[in-house]
């Protein structure tokens, strides 16, 4: 049997992060973890898990938890029972800088569970670095496409982990890249599915928060709400498989079963199945190209099973059109999309926008972008993320002194 495969995971405090450990643990015979890095938000899980699994290195972005970091591994291990000496504290990095140091740390594989584009940096040293990259972090590509392209070192470098992307991957394997007509992503139509746009004026964050199928964090909740998550996912599948945006199509379908679909140029199309658990395209991103036994359970096969597909109300949820446009005319638009939305979202979670108010000021802001260069560096995508923030931050501003729909 070989060695198992060494694992550095960013994020490990949120979702993608604790179901990664599950695998983990679950595997020791495949999989070991060398270092952990989080947000810092967090310092008393962050420790704990770095006990648990023996770390050599653990990273905080916040530069002011790494003493919050020390003193928790103190209190986990006395929780633990561990004797005074009874136990080493890995090497703390801590700072904007930790999680890109921790993605060039030695190992097989680097899963880049970051949430936002702060999830950028640490793609790219990876990748320079030369290691495989189990890729959760979606804005890496939304916002950095022509970076992570320019450090990839070897093809097949990146491994997806989102549900569709896994899905994606696997169907390809069906075929080669010529026999391609087009990609296919399910969307499961968040809490507000079949509602017309009129529906949707008094939304709460409350109720956008209200997943039906799965469990994610708020960002990636309300951007499942709005169509967001589902619109950055098709700039994801252009950038990783070189499929062109007209070629690229999404249907809504509730159950989560069918998590992505591909046609061929022959009539066929070769579809994923699986319950809706992220463990699965975790693991086998973890594992890539080989499967882990168990990692979920599947379909069960013995029940009957009632799938349904729609098509995407663009009146309601224009959110896929516009990242379409934005991905076409490239540059930093992409980049643009995705900082805006942030904003927005943060915005509407406050109070301060409502529901429809973030698509609807994302493509304000698109509207007003200026034509900035193709990125070449990260402080190039920073400043398009930077006037994106500002110029969605005025229009919201403007907004609180004037009628707005939903309001």
């Known amino acids: 049997m070989s060695a198992p495969r060494d694992i550095v995971l960013l994020g490990s405090t949120g979702s993608i992060g604790t179901q990664a450990i599950d695998i ?6 495949r999989f070991r973890v060398v270092a952990l890095g989080a947000g810092g938000g967090n310092v008393a899980e962050l420790a704990g898990q770095a006990l648990e699994l023996g770390v050599e290195a653990v990273g905080v972005a916040k530069a002011s938890a790494a003493q919050d970091l020390q003193l928790a591994f103190y ?43 702060l999830g950028l940096p640490p793609t790219l040293a990876a990748l320079r670095a030369g290691r495989t990259l189990a890729l959760a972090n979606k804005e890496s590509l939304v916002a950095g496409g022509p970076l992570v392209k320019a450090a990839m070192t070897r093809p097949g470098q990146i491994v997806p982990v989102d549900s569709e992307h896994s899905a994606l991957a696997q169907c390809l394997r069906a075929g080669s890249r ?18 017309r746009r009129a529906e949707l004026t008094a939304v709460t964050p409350e109720q956008a928060l209200a997943h039906p199928t799965w469990k994610m ?6 951007n499942s709400a709005t169509l967001v998550n589902k619109a950055l996912e098709v700039i994801e599948a252009h950038e990783l498989f070189a499929v062109p945006y007209p070629d690229i199509e999404v249907m809504v379908h509730p159950q989560s079963v069918i998590h992505s679909m591909v046609e061929f140029v022959d009539g066929s199309t070769i579809a994923q199945a699986s319950p809706p658990d992220m463990r699965l395209p ?30 995407l109300d663009d009146a309601a949820f224009p959110a896929v059109r516009l990242a379409k446009q934005a991905g076409a005319a490239g540059r930093c638009r992409p980049a643009i999309y995705n900082a805006a939305n942030e904003e927005c979202v943060a915005a509407f979670v406050a109070g301060r926008l409502p529901f429809l108010g973030i698509v609807d000021t994302l493509e304000r802001v698109l509207e007003a972008a200026p034509d900035f260069d193709e990125p070449g560096t990260v402080e190039d995508v920073l400043a398009a993320e930077s006037w994106a923030r500002g110029h969605a931050r005025e229009i919201i501003g403007a907004s609180q002194s004037a009628p707005v729909e939903g309001a």
């Open 178 to 195: 010529p026999e391609v007509r087009r990609l296919v992503l399910t969307a499961s139509g968040g809490p507000f599915r079949g509602r």
């Open 24 to 29: 983990v643990r679950r595997n020791p015979d």
């Open 282 to 311: 975790i693991a086998l991103a973890l594992g890539w190209p080989d499967r882990v036994p168990q990692a979920a359970t599947g379909v069960d096969w013995t029940a009957g099973h009632d799938w349904e597909f729609r098509p």
């Open 75 to 117: 209190a986990e291990a006395a929780k633990r029972g561990y004797p005074t000496g009874g136990f080493r504290i890995p090497k703390i990095l801590a700072g904007p800088t930790a999680m890109a140091e921790l993605a060039e740390w030695p190992c097989d594989v680097v899963l880049n569970g970051v949430v936002g584009s």
């Open 217 to 222: 964090g708020p960002v990636v909740t309300i």
